[in-house]
């Protein structure tokens, strides 16, 4: 399939060249097969997320097509999501080297389909958390063991099961957001741009919406250590990079 890029927007006329060259630019060098969908979207406070890349499933029926196999209903479109503000931030004209390696941060999510993997492995974390509750109350049933007896050790098991899966979990997420930045950096051949972004979004004051499922949604990421690490940690990894790279 022929690479292409498709702008899915309600205005085409807002969309800046300079940031499909960079897009097409980045598409090409990481190689991306398939179409890629750029989304520009006004502010959404519910997504702390500024820039989004990541290969989505889009269920595709087609119930007057005989013969197709059940993968065929399931289309993986790579997507690439930027939000409106965010281009004010690090405009294509003005930064284009800092977008460009942000930009390059998602391709490297696209490229190795990291939602698709984050997908899964939540999956089976659930799958084993389901697995568990099935088996204390196969226990409970067979009343081998006294009621509340099972069920402390049911709880202190569930607990114990949460806590070292979301551990394992949210590492892996931050070690593949440091897979990213060094993707990124390697493709741009521009340590400083990407220090220069990361400032920008470090000084940068969020203004998403402080409701209390944003609260609770934060709480449980800085307890497990975020699916991030700081951005200040983030700029000691890019500079070590950089002394790699002039050593």
Same mark, same amino acid.
């Given at each position: ?9 309600? &205005? ?22 398939? +179409? ?10 519910? /997504? ?17 097509? !005989? ?8 289309? /993986? ?7 409106? %503000?965010? $281009?004010?931030?690090? &405009? ?5 080297? =800092? ?6 941060? =998602? /391709? ?17 974390? *659930? ?17 081998? *063991?006294? $009621?509340?007896?099972? $069920? ?18 949210? !590492?892996?997420?931050?070690?593949? =957001?440091?897979? /990213? ?12 741009? *990407?220090? %220069? ?9 969020? &203004?998403?919406?402080?409701?209390? +499922? ?5 709480? +449980? ?12 940690? %983030?700029?000691?990894?890019? =500079?070590? $990079? ?6």
């Amino acid at each position: 399939m022929e690479n292409r890029v498709t702008i899915n927007l309600l &205005n085409r006329e807002e969309l800046d060249p300079k940031l499909y060259d960079i897009v097409c630019e980045l598409r090409d060098k990481f190689k991306i097969k398939g +179409w890629l969908y750029v989304k520009i979207k006004d502010e959404d406070r519910t /997504c702390p997320s500024d820039f989004c890349g990541g290969v989505i499933p889009s269920p595709s029926i087609d119930f007057g097509s !005989r013969g197709k196999r059940i993968r065929d209903y399931v289309k /993986c479109e790579n997507e690439l999501i930027i939000k409106r %503000r965010d $281009l004010e931030k690090l &405009n294509p004209n003005k930064q284009p080297d =800092e977008l460009k390696v942000i930009i390059a941060h =998602e /391709c490297s999510h696209i490229l190795n389909k990291d939602q698709l993997v984050w997908g899964a492995a939540s999956f089976l974390i *659930f799958i084993g958390f389901i697995c568990l509750v099935s088996l204390f109350y196969l226990i409970a049933s067979l009343n081998a *063991f006294p $009621l509340p007896i099972t $069920l402390l050790v049911a709880i202190v098991v569930f607990i114990k099961y949460i806590l070292i899966a979301g551990k394992r979990y949210y !590492r892996f997420r931050r070690e593949t =957001e440091t897979r /990213c930045d060094r993707d990124a950096v390697t493709i741009t051949q521009n340590v400083d741009a *990407f220090i %220069r972004a990361l400032k920008i979004y470090r000084d940068e004051p969020t &203004n998403v919406k402080n409701t209390l +499922w944003m609260r609770a949604k934060r709480r +449980w990421y800085g307890f497990f250590g975020g699916t991030h690490n700081p951005i200040s940690e %983030r700029i000691k990894y890019a =500079e070590s $990079l950089m002394q790699k790279k002039e050593n």
